[in-house]
């Protein structure tokens, strides 16, 4: 497989930049000068959109910068495109994160694309999901799957740590999960229960659906919001934007609503934070990394956004604490906590007593 030391970064088929690998390992990057007059800055704080070449820290991405990083796949991406690799003689070891970009291609997450690309030799053939759930186990367990190439071409460049693939609805752009080797059999019913409730608590949700099985109770499916009438939209993660992994638990809703009201200038977005907090409180999502939380770019309106909602289910973390803390607890957080978050950020306490209220109310049949 021929290495590149150069990638082209799209935006809509428009010239974002470039990025070239240099000689200490980073993944330098420079902006086009027409994406300069016309465009917008793809990272605020870590990439501002001037004429000037940008050089990241080796840590934590590997020489790349967030807003890039949040284009590779990890988890059950990563290893199916590490399958991948190795079944074309390729070791996954000797592939720089430059390289796993051309990899992506135009499949990751947001709007970002990548060339030129690398191209597999790939078997292309259609499989239900009960078949794809029974091959995502196989590889999962190690074992072998002559679906390999089906399966890195539904979901290769995907996050997360569970099973999932990309598909079109009805000429839609959806993502259907799979269960984990950690998961129970009905994974999927309890996301799919989890959204619901959300939903209810007035908490921006994209649409979701409970797809049918006949070896588990169903399979979450969740409508992509980085897709809109066959558009990519723009979005990168706190992670991304603060430079941080989200593997390191170092993140506190207080940091997060001074980040939200910071990029999206929005009370509206930081009372959707703060509901979104509340929620995950009280129906025990403690997977609530930096990573789990996204902002979307209104190219029209030329303004960022809170991201919809997504991978909220019942959960723990590292030693069964929140990933994020709440104002500084991460392993009972009570209502005096939340409250703290919401006065520091400057929301009104009584209508963050109602939140707090309605939202440990709608939350009791999730547990």
């Known amino acids: 497989m021929e290495k590149y030391n150069f990638l082209k970064v799209f935006y809509n088929d428009i010239l974002v930049g470039t990025l070239a690998q240099t000689s200490n390992s980073r993944a330098a990057f420079e902006y086009d000068e027409n994406w300069i007059i016309n465009g917008f800055a793809i990272s605020p704080f870590s990439l501002p959109l001037t004429k000037k070449v940008y050089v990241p820290d080796f840590e934590p991405f590997n020489g790349l910068f967030g807003v890039f990083n949040d284009s590779l796949p990890d988890g059950w991406g990563r290893l199916l495109v590490d399958r ?148 990519k939209i723009h979005m990168v993660s706190a992670s991304g934007l603060l430079e941080t992994s989200h593997r390191l638990p170092n993140l506190d809703y207080n940091i997060l609503m001074k980040l939200t009201l910071e990029i999206t200038k929005s009370y509206s977005d930081i009372e959707q934070l703060f509901r979104l907090m509340c929620f995950n409180v009280f129906a025990h999502n403690r997977d609530d990394h930096s990573k789990n939380f ?46 703290n978050v919401a006065d520091k950020i400057g929301l009104n306490l009584k209508d963050a007593k109602e939140i707090i209220r309605e939202i440990q109310i709608k939350t009791k049949s999730l547990l």
């Not at 089906?150 to 569970?162: C, D, Y």
């Not at 990309?166 to 984990?180: A, C, L, Q, R, V």
């Not at 979307?296 to 909220?312: G, Q």
């Open 84 to 231: 991948i690799l190795l079944k074309n003689k390729v070791n996954p070891l000797e592939i720089n994160p430059l390289n796993r970009l051309a990899i992506v291609q135009t499949s990751g997450m947001g709007a970002l694309t990548y060339m030129p690309a690398h191209n597999f030799d790939l078997k292309i053939f259609d499989l239900d999901y009960d078949t794809i759930s029974t091959e995502c186990k196989k590889i999962l367990d190690n074992e072998y799957s002559e679906d390999l190439d089906k399966l890195f071409t539904l979901g290769g460049s995907s996050g997360g740590a569970r099973p999932k693939i990309y598909t079109k609805i009805n000429g839609e752009d959806w993502i259907i999960k799979f269960p984990s080797s950690a998961d129970c059999s009905n994974i999927g019913e309890q996301e799919y229960k989890y959204s619901v409730c959300a939903k209810d608590c007035g908490i921006n949700m994209p649409e979701t659906r409970l797809f049918e099985s006949k070896i588990c109770s169903g399979y979450f499916g969740v409508k992509r919001f980085d897709r809109l009438n066959n558009r």
């Open 294 to 339: 996204s902002y979307i770019y209104d190219e029209m309106n030329k303004k960022w956004h809170l991201s919809p909602a997504y991978d909220l289910t019942y959960s723990n973390s590292f030693n069964g604490e929140h990933a994020t803390t709440i104002d500084g607890e991460g392993k009972n957080p009570t209502e005096k906590e939340i409250l």
